[in-house]
């Protein structure tokens, strides 16, 4: 053990001690990128030779002074690949200020789709309601219609004075017939009443409060009391009582009944169709398991449960039937094609553009970024900006605004074929020697065994 220990310890010194694997006068076109010596906490900057593919020099900072004076000392360097980082930016321009900078189109998509996702969360409401866009089966309506324990024993009630089976019934209200037997021992004057969920029931209190609240406020306003003097009286911030005197505030958080897709979002059609066929949710279970579900039945259940509280709520007689399409099936739209998201369909998608036309315009102007970054047209940036600038959307403009700032780079990043890839697969190669040492190295240490690394494929392969 000690013999094992001591060898340890002799390869550590002698990857400190190793000298230097590059002649850094040979270095002329490189990409730099940061990595995290300890998330959220510390970083250090990598850099690439984009010659070769390999790693030339590491540093412990991505500080600007520190890359500045880093970048300095590798004088003939004509190309620098960045992402927009300010830091980068500003150490290229200081070092080397007749380098080539040019900005990583990735990061410059990525930025973007970004910030269409921050006006669709900031917008739109968790779930976008949408008329129904299929027709509903006699076996989907008595699904839909039967959300609670009440509301299910009327129900078998009626099936039974029909002349239904109790089988039947039960395939119905895809129960079983023993529990159709309890529902049809119950007299019918005797059913208990249907009784609201606690949630929501708070949440109906809550939004009445703050509707009172919200009035209140609007009739201190129109009796001319200032902002200050009314969140002072009302006992709420400045900012607060701004929010309720706008004519277009939503009472209702966007973030309220938000679901977080999970394992079963692409198969819920299938889920609910196939249970208004009568298979039990064991059977439903093993064939959307042969189709890459990994979940469990219990989650079929709860899923099924909430479906059908869900299309209780609607009120049928006041207006048709609708249905609701996920927020985040709408900001997947933006980096991804229609066909590769499983909880949203063609008609469904159809449905929203129609309610919201400017959807529409923000997928088709990501779209056309994506197209100049890869069109070898600089000049086609700039009449992408005029026609960007034509909307109201404050993370658009911001995004805008920085593209303008480090405009020669991202025409740069057009015109030249150069990127960052090498650069983000270099940090992940970093990541996996770092982990492999569970933490117990130093930077001196990481940086000596990356490059060490580097120097055995230029020698062997």
């Known amino acids: 053990m000690k013999i094992l220990q001591f060898v340890k310890a002799a390869s550590a010194i002698c990857l400190k001690k190793?000298?230097?694997?590059?002649?850094?006068?040979?270095?002329?076109?490189?990409?730099?990128?940061?990595?995290?010596?300890?998330?959220?906490?510390?970083?250090?900057?990598?850099?690439?030779?984009?010659?070769?593919?390999?790693?030339?020099d590491m540093i412990p900072s991505r500080d600007t002074n520190d890359v500045c004076n880093w970048l300095k000392t590798f004088h003939n360097i004509e190309v620098i690949s960045r992402d927009g980082a300010i830091t980068y930016a500003s150490a290229a321009t200081n070092s080397h200020p007749d380098v080539i900078q040019i900005s990583d189109r990735f990061h410059l998509i990525k930025g973007l789709s970004e910030v269409i996702c921050k006006y669709i969360f900031r917008e739109f409401p968790a779930r976008v309601e949408i008329p129904l866009t299929e027709s509903i089966t006699?076996?989907?309506?008595?699904?839909?219609?039967?959300?609670?324990?009440?509301?299910?024993?009327?129900?078998?009630?009626?099936?039974?004075?029909?002349?239904?089976?109790?089988?039947?019934?039960?395939?119905?209200?895809?129960?079983?017939?023993?529990?159709?037997q309890k529902y049809l021992a119950i007299p019918e004057d005797q059913v208990p009443k249907s009784?609201?969920?606690?949630?929501?029931?708070?949440?109906?209190?809550?939004?009445?409060?703050?509707?009172?609240?919200?009035?209140?406020?609007?009739?201190?306003?129109l009796a001319g009391y200032p902002i200050e003097q009314i969140a002072t009286l009302m006992h709420h911030p400045y900012k607060t009582i701004q929010n309720y005197l706008n004519p277009d505030f939503s009472i209702t958080n966007g973030h309220y009944n938000v679901r977080i897709p999970?394992?079963?979002?692409?198969?819920e059609r299938e889920v609910i169709e196939l249970r208004s066929k009568g298979l039990t949710y064991?059977?439903?279970?093993?064939?959307?398991?042969?189709?890459?579900?990994?979940?469990?039945?219990?989650?079929?259940?709860?899923?099924?449960?909430?479906?059908?509280?869900?299309?209780?709520?609607?009120?049928?007689t006041e207006k048709p039937h609708s249905e609701y399409v996920q927020r985040k099936s709408l900001c997947q739209l933006v980096y991804k094609k229609l066909e590769d998201i499983g909880t949203i369909t063609a008609k469904q998608y159809q449905e929203v553009l129609k309610k919201y036309p400017l959807l529409s315009e923000l997928y088709a102007l990501t779209k056309e970024f994506c197209n100049v970054l890869f069109s070898n047209n600089p000049a086609k940036l700039d009449e992408w900006i005029n026609e960007a600038q034509k909307y109201?959307?404050?993370?658009?403009?911001?995004?805008?605004?920085?593209?303008?700032?480090?405009?020669?780079?991202?025409?740069?990043?057009?015109?030249?074929s150069y990127n960052n890839g090498l650069a983000e697969g270099s940090v992940n190669?970093?990541?996996?020697?770092?982990?492999?040492?569970?933490?117990?190295?130093s930077f001196e240490l990481l940086k000596a065994k990356v490059l060490f690394g580097e120097l055995f494929h230029v020698k062997f392969n």
């Open 195 to 221: 009784k609201e969920i606690a949630r929501e029931r708070q949440h109906q209190l809550a939004v009445k409060q703050k509707e009172q609240e919200i009035e209140e406020a609007r009739q201190m306003a």
């Open 392 to 416: 109201d959307i404050p993370e658009l403009q911001t995004f805008i605004n920085g593209i303008k700032k480090d405009l020669t780079a991202v025409k740069n990043g057009i015109i030249y």
């Open 18 to 56: 190793m000298p230097s694997i590059v002649d850094k006068s040979s270095v002329k076109m490189i990409c730099v990128d940061d990595f995290a010596l300890r998330k959220r906490f510390s970083y250090g900057t990598v850099m690439i030779n984009l010659e070769n593919h390999r790693i030339i």
């Open 429 to 441: 190669k970093i990541k996996v020697i770092k982990r492999i040492m569970y933490g117990r190295n």
């Open 138 to 180: 006699d076996e989907m309506k008595a699904l839909y219609n039967t959300a609670n324990r009440s509301l299910r024993i009327k129900f078998a009630h009626e099936k039974r004075r029909e002349g239904l089976t109790i089988s039947d019934i039960a395939l119905l209200l895809h129960s079983s017939p023993k529990t159709i």
């Open 262 to 267: 999970g394992k079963l979002a692409p198969y």
């Open 282 to 316: 064991p059977k439903i279970h093993d064939i959307i398991c042969k189709k890459g579900y990994t979940g469990s039945v219990a989650s079929l259940r709860m899923f099924m449960q909430k479906e059908r509280t869900r299309m209780y709520e609607q009120n049928e």
